[in-house]
């Protein structure tokens, strides 16, 4: 197999004294959607954080494209392909949608590149497109967190964390969401992708990684996650919700 986009190797990760990963190996490869799940306080947002270098792991190895990036800043991370989308969205919500997708393109390639990226978030995202100069602050939440997405991509990613993004969003929403992840991934955009609708994010991760209390304590291919027991029961009741997507 070819060596995977973003690799993680062993990493420990602290908030001061109080450690939330420990000694974490996870791989993405490349054109994939690769889902983390995990109760509350697994680890997951710490993970995505220590990925995009908001955080620095105390141990362990962190490689995109081949390259270490555990030391290296968030710009950069950033400038080098990988956006992150985090929890809770960040956007300037005095700021209006064109601005806050503006923002998106700081680094000095995507910036020559803007015309082109806002097109492509806007075709991605009409319902952004219809409210480009109202302020972010007053879009729903489905249409806030699309804009923090497009915003991401105006970075033009190779690899995008997604950090729950149906977090709080109506059921049609979430499912607007889902397609959404799949239609990046057709645009060859690789997706690590953070949820709480496991029974969803199973059904469309081509590799997933359960985290518990700080610890990857299950691999394996989406479907075949999707159907253990264990997973069942602990994630998401023992019943599926919904038929096939
Ligand atoms: N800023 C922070 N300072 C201290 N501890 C934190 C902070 N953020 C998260 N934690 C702790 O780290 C652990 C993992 O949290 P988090 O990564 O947010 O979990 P998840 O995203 O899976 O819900 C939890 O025990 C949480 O309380
Ligand atoms: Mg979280």
């Known amino acids: 197999m070819a060596n995977p986009l973003l690799e993680v190797r062993g990493v420990d990760a602290a908030y001061g004294e109080s450690q939330a990963l420990w000694d974490v190996s996870i791989d993405v490869a490349e054109g994939a959607i690769v889902a983390l799940v995990g109760a509350n306080g697994a680890g997951k947002s710490t993970l995505l954080k220590t990925v995009s270098g908001l955080m620095h792991p105390r141990r362990g190895e962190i490689r995109f494209r081949g390259r270490s990036i555990a030391a290296t800043a968030p710009q950069d991370i950033v400038a080098a ?13 005095r700021m209006t949608v064109q601005e806050n997708l503006e923002l998106g393109a700081y680094p000095a390639q995507a910036r020559a590149r803007m015309g082109e990226s806002l097109e492509r978030a806007y075709a991605l995202f009409p319902r952004l497109a219809e409210r480009r100069q109202q302020k972010a602050g007053l879009l729903s939440g489905g249409e806030q ?3 923090a997405i497009g915003r991401a991509i105006m970075a033009q990613p190779s690899l995008l964390l997604l950090d729950e993004p149906s977090m709080g969003l109506s059921p049609v929403i979430v499912k607007d969401m889902f397609a959404l992840v799949r239609t990046l991934r057709g645009q060859g955009v690789t997706i690590l992708l953070v949820e709480q609708n496991v029974h969803q994010a199973l059904q469309i991760a081509d590799q997933a990684y359960v985290l518990q209390t700080g610890r990857i304590v299950m691999q394996g291919p989406g479907r075949e996650l999707l159907a253990d027991p264990a997973i069942r029961k602990a994630y998401i009741g023992s019943v599926a919700h919904e038929g096939a997507a």
């Open 145 to 147: 967190q699309m804009l």
């Open 81 to 93: 392909g990988l956006s992150h989308v985090p929890e809770g969205r960040g956007l300037f919500t």
